[in-house]
Every structure is written in C-alpha cells, then in structure tokens.
Nanobody, 125 residues
Framework: QVQLVESGGGLVQAGGSLSVSCAAS????????MGWFRQAPGKEREFVAA????????YYADSVKGRFTISRNNAKNTMSLQMNSLKPEDTAVYYC??????????????????WGQGTQVTVSS
C-alpha cells in the first residue's frame, strides 16, 4: 500500500500559475505510474494528468493540455503538477493518485488504488 500526501494549491487569479505536489511513501514509488485527478463541487472526479514510472511518458486531459505539466522525482518520491494559464473552471480539489497495479497508468478513477487527501485549487475570475 502507498500513502500519498498533497501540498500546495491555494487561491490564484485567472491567468496565473500554481503548483501542487505529492509525496509518496510505503512502496516502491519509482516502479509505478502516477496521476492527478480533480473534483469540482457537484461534479465527478476527473482525470487531469498522468506520468509513467520513469517520467518519459506523460498524459493529459484535453482540457489542460498545453497549460499543465506533470513531473516526478523518483529520488525524492515526489510528483508535481505545474499549472499555468489557470481558468476559473480549473477550480477543484486536486488529488494525487497511485494505480492498482505496477504497469497501470492511472487515467480513470477505477484504475486508482490509493488517493491522497486532496488539496484545494481556487481560480478567481
């Protein structure tokens, strides 16, 4: 089992930038793909971005492509999401996610085995 703790987030004006990070512990972080999801009030949790075990391959939802960048540091067991050109519709709780299996890239909620507690990102217009 893996434990995930998010940090960062906060309040920013539209067009601004923000970064969220995830610290992982409990299993071989460097062997697993990881992902970010978000959930806005009244909406289902949705995929944002994912990254494979060594950071070579990244995946993004169409809504964030070109604005968000996912990265990881296996030496520090951390993952980050840099968010630029933020829009009010990016407002949500952002969750760090670890997959159910070693060769799974978590791009949908059923593929996730562990969630972080979430961190709030609010973009004002």
């Amino acid at each position: 089992q893996v434990q995930l703790v998010e940090s960062g987030g906060g309040l920013v004006q539209a067009g601004g930038s923000l970064s969220v990070s995830c610290a992982a512990s409990g299993r071989a972080f460097s062997s697993y793909g990881m992902g970010w999801f978000r959930q806005a009030p009244g909406k289902e949790r949705e995929f944002v971005a994912a990254i494979n075990w060594n950071g070579v391959n990244t995946y993004y939802a169409d809504s964030v492509k070109g604005r968000f960048t996912i990265s990881r540091n296996n030496a520090k067991n951390t993952m980050s999401l840099q968010m630029n050109s933020l829009k009010p519709e990016d407002t949500a709780v952002y969750y760090c996610a670890a997959p159910r299996g070693r060769f799974v890239i978590p791009t949908s909620p059923p593929m996730v085995g562990s969630w972080g507690q979430g961190t709030q990102v609010t973009v004002s217009s």
